[in-house]
């Protein structure tokens, strides 16, 4: 067994402020103390407010879906899964078995796509210096891709990235790679020159492998992002039932599939191998998910789907609960809104009430959920823990098989190696679970069923319901109450709130702000470790980054790319 690389520590003691690491859903700040070198306290900071859930009262509920996916501009189909969802919920409908199928395939290229865009546009860079790759031997570098996976590897491919590359030094930038701020001789980076090349030609080609993973989605969603096939009902997307758009569909996932099994998941493996110290960084103990991708006939319940719902307490992988809506409530004792009442999300308010920036009590436009009173992770990783510790079929060989490659435990999945493991582990059961979802759907239409819809009126007495959404960041659910065929109450829980929310009325930190905690800094000017673990709970994008040092108010900026 080779020796584990140990991450570098400096020995400084101050704040560090990275403002703003971005996401789609917003900006975020992250604010950290560190002590010598390690951090010993962290605060989550969403800076943006929206008022999201104020605009939807008073309209008809099956126009939710068209506001709520604007929530997000990568993964805009799980909000409007999740309203549909909701109004179907609260007027009780079940829906044809080839709406669930064409859902769920459309979820699913969701997963494919979110995922490979954050393994390598999102968070690759925090662990691959590209200007390394500079001093790369492009035929070694074809002997590493060809050690790692069975698609045929050119040293000739290689040197053109190489000389691309070098091409954007020559003219005093990096291309798509500008400003990336810890690039270039951080002492964190562990990568051999010629793995930092093959990650770098496979980040160029994970650019256009994603357009075609979208572009499947949009077969049935007529458009993507913001797809416009959903209906409270069904789908409805008839064109969807014939030959040549199941081939079309068929084709791009089998592309897709293809690129995942050969380029994505040798290159995580190689990337992890050479940074298992992170196997001991980063980790939460408590973690929650709702399952996904349900059975035909049983759309509204948790239980039918897929991959399994539950809750995992203090990492006990043998004592997975089940997950129960009631004990789901949000906290906004730190948070820029009135009151410090934890509240049901059906009771839910959204009345904002700001400080000031910097704030240390009231910090955050993001609420704290919670679920029983506890802080919870949500995302892939808790979704292979659950499914892991209910040794889904699916999920347990392939968790086996990555811990095999790494010659590490089971414990090594608590932390940001294993979280970013564990989306990997997703992806790829999922792309092989499709194909037998488009077996099923052809088999339907096979035996003559064309229905894909049902025709569904809002009551006029009111009614309530919640549409939950495995989402690729984690559990997604939206919270609708109807009143005279309106919408009265609307609020969205969404994974980031989850996971990078701020302390509740207990103080205790988000799954995110723990994380952080015992995390070594190698150079506070640079905080690449702080990057690597609020990534691998996946912010959408990444954009200008300020960092702030405590002790000389010097302010360093910067592009996170």
């Known amino acids: 067994m080779s020796e584990i690389k140990k991450t570098p520590q400096s020995n400084y003691t101050g704040p560090v402020v990275v403002d703003p690491l971005t996401r789609i859903e917003g900006h975020l700040r992250i604010e950290v103390e560190v002590e010598n070198g390690k951090i010993k306290d962290a605060r989550s900071c969403g800076t943006l407010f929206r008022g999201l859930e104020t605009i939807l009262k008073g309209r008809d509920p099956r126009d939710a879906q068209h506001f709520t996916q604007r929530t997000c501009g990568v993964c805009t189909y799980t909000h409007a899964l999740a309203s549909t969802r909701a109004v179907e919920d609260a007027i009780k409908v079940s829906i044809p078995a080839n709406a669930t199928y064409i859902r769920n395939l459309v979820l699913g290229l969701l997963f494919m796509h979110d995922h490979l865009v954050h393994f390598y546009h999102l968070h690759a860079l925090d662990w691959v210096d590209v200007t390394a790759a500079l001093a790369a031997d492009p035929e070694k570098t074809a002997q590493l891709a060809a050690s790692i996976s069975p698609r045929p590897a050119k040293a000739a491919d290689f040197k053109a990235v190489k000389e691309r590359l070098q091409a954007f030094v020559n003219t005093g930038q990096l291309g798509p790679f500008t400003n990336a701020y810890f690039l270039g001789g951080h002492p964190s980076y562990y990568l051999s020159p010629e793995a930092n090349l093959l990650a770098t030609a496979h980040y160029l080609e994970a650019l256009r492998m994603q357009v075609k993973t979208a572009r499947a989605m949009a077969v049935f969603g007529a458009k993507n992002p913001h797809p416009q096939f959903l209906i409270a009902g069904g789908v409805t997307c008839y064109e969807s039932l014939t030959p040549a758009r199941i081939k ?35 980790g939460t103990e408590n973690f929650m998910t709702f399952g996904e991708f349900p059975a035909p006939g049983g759309e509204r319940d948790l239980n039918s789907r897929w991959l399994k719902n539950g809750v995992i307490l203090n990492r006990k992988l043998d004592a997975v609960q089940p997950m129960d809506p009631t004990k789901i409530a949000e906290h906004v004792r730190h948070s820029w809104y009135e009151g410090d009442q934890a509240r049901a999300p059906y009771e839910g308010e959204t009345k904002p009430a700001f400080t000031k920036m910097g704030d240390k009590d009231r910090y955050s436009w993001l609420k704290a959920p919670r679920y029983d009173g506890i802080a ?18 699916a999920i347990v060989p392939l968790v086996d098989y990555v811990l095999k490659q790494l010659n590490v435990g089971p414990e090594a999945l608590f932390s940001t190696l294993g979280r970013t493991a564990a989306r990997g582990i997703e992806t790829l ?14 088999n339907n239409i096979d035996k003559g069923d064309k229905k894909i819809a049902e025709n569904c009126e809002i009551p006029a007495k009111p009614c309530r319901g919640v549409g939950f959404v495995n989402a690729p960041r984690g559990g997604l659910s939206h919270w609708i109450c109807i009143d005279d065929q309106k919408i009265s109450n609307f609020q969205l829980v969404v994974p ?19 994380a952080l905690v015992g995390t070594p800094v190698a150079d506070p000017k640079r905080p690449v470790e702080i990057l690597r673990t609020i990534h691998s709970f996946d912010p959408c994008i990444a954009c200008a980054v300020h960092v702030i040092d405590g002790q000389t108010n010097e302010v360093h900026q910067f592009k996170v790319l």
Request: charged residues 20%; negative net charge; glycine residues 4%.
């Open 496 to 514: 980031t709130t989850w996971n990078l929310g701020p302390r509740d009325a207990k103080h205790v930190m988000s799954a995110a702000e723990h």
């Open 429 to 442: 059961a999922i792309a092989q679970q499709v194909e037998n979802w488009i077996n099923e759907y052809q």
């Open 376 to 393: 919870v992770e949500t995302g892939p990783l808790a979704q292979v823990l659950v499914s892991y510790a209910h040794k889904h079929p």
């Open 248 to 282: 079309e569909f068929t084709d791009l996932y089998k592309e897709s599939r293809k690129f995942i099994e050969e380029v994505y998941i040798p290159d995580l493996l190689l990337v992890a191998s050479q940074y298992k110290d992170w196997a001991a960084i980063g």
